[in-house]
C-alpha cells in the first residue's frame, strides 16, 4: 500500500549521511528531523539562523522563540549554535550545506523542480529554495505523487514558475523511490526507478507518471 507521511519521511532519512549538514525545506520534509538514525550525528541546519535542530518538542518542552523557517517550535540538539538569516544564506551558497530534502508540486524528468507559487495565488516569496538548490551538494524532494485531480506531478516538462533546473538527485512519494542516474549522458538527464512501495506495482507506477522514466531489471521494495 503506499506509503504515509511519515514513512515518506523515514525513507528520506535513510539519505543521511553521518556528519551530514542538512536543510529541511518547510511541510513535510521537517518530519525527517523524528527520524534521524540512531546513533547518527547529523547537524540540520535552518535559514533563519539555526545549526543543529532536533526533534518536534513535546508539549511540555515548546518555546514560542525557538522556530524553524516555517515558524514551528523546533528544540536545538546540544552544542547547537544561532546566528543571523545572512550568516545562514552564506552557508547555503558557499556550497557548505551536503543535503536538503525539499517540497515540491513538480519535478520534470530532466530534475528541474518547481516548488514556491501557483500563478494567481498569493504568495510571500521565494524563501531559500532557489539557494538551496544552486547551493547544496545533493536534492532530495518528498511529495505526493499526485495532485488533488490525480494529475502526475512527475513531469516531462514543469508548467509552474521553476525553483532551480536539473538540480533534484532523488524524488521519494508515497508510491517509489526516484533516483537520478548519476552516469546518464547529461543531456538526457531520467530518473531511475529504484523502490516501489509495499504493494505497489511497477504498472502503477508508470500509470500515474506522466515524465519518461527508466524500469531497470530489478526494482526494490521501500523496507525491503
Given at each position: ?7 515518506i519521511c ?28 540512531a ?11 539555526l ?23 523546533i528544540t536545538?540538539?546540544?552544542g547547537a ?33 518547481a ?5 494567481g ?7 531559500g529554495?532557489?539557494?538551496?538548490v ?24 514543469c508548467?509552474?514558475?521553476?525553483t ?55 526494482v526494490?521494495i521501500?523496507?525491503?
Open positions: 500500500m503506499p506509503l504515509t507521511r511519515e514513512q523515514q525513507r528520506a532519512a535513510q539519505e543521511l549521511k553521518d556528519g551530514f549538514i542538512v536543510n529541511l525545506g518547510i511541510g513535510m520534509p521537517t518530519l525527517v528531523a523524528n527520524y534521524v538514525p546513533g547518527m550525528d547529523v547537524w540540520l541546519q535552518s535559514e533563519n539562523g545549526l543543529g535542530m532536533g526533534p518536534f518538542p513535546e508539549d511540555a518542552a515548546v518555546d514560542a522563540e525557538l522556530i524553524n523557517a516555517g515558524k514551528q517550535t536545538a540538539r546540544p549554535s544561532f546566528f543571523s538569516s545572512s550568516d545562514s544564506f552564506g552557508m547555503i551558497r558557499g556550497g557548505h550545506i551536503d543535503l536538503c530534502i525539499l517540497g515540491a508540486m513538480e519535478v520534470s524528468q530532466e530534475g528541474d523542480l516548488n514556491w507559487m501557483v500563478p495565488k498569493m504568495v510571500k516569496g521565494m524563501g529554495a532557489m539557494d538551496l544552486a547551493g547544496v551538494k545533493r536534492v532530495v524532494v518528498t511529495m505526493e505523487h499526485t495532485s488533488k485531480n490525480g494529475s502526475s506531478k512527475v513531469v516531462p516538462a508548467t509552474l514558475p521553476l532551480g533546473k536539473r538540480c533534484v538527485d532523488m524524488i521519494i512519494t508515497e508510491l517509489c523511490v526516484l533516483e537520478m542516474d548519476p552516469e546518464m549522458d547529461p543531456s538526457r538527464r531520467r530518473f531511475v526507478l529504484k523502490q516501489v512501495a509495499p504493494g505497489v506495482t511497477v504498472d502503477e507506477v508508470k500509470a500515474k507518471t506522466a515524465a519518461e522514466i527508466i524500469i531497470p531489471a530489478n526494490g521501500v523496507g525491503g
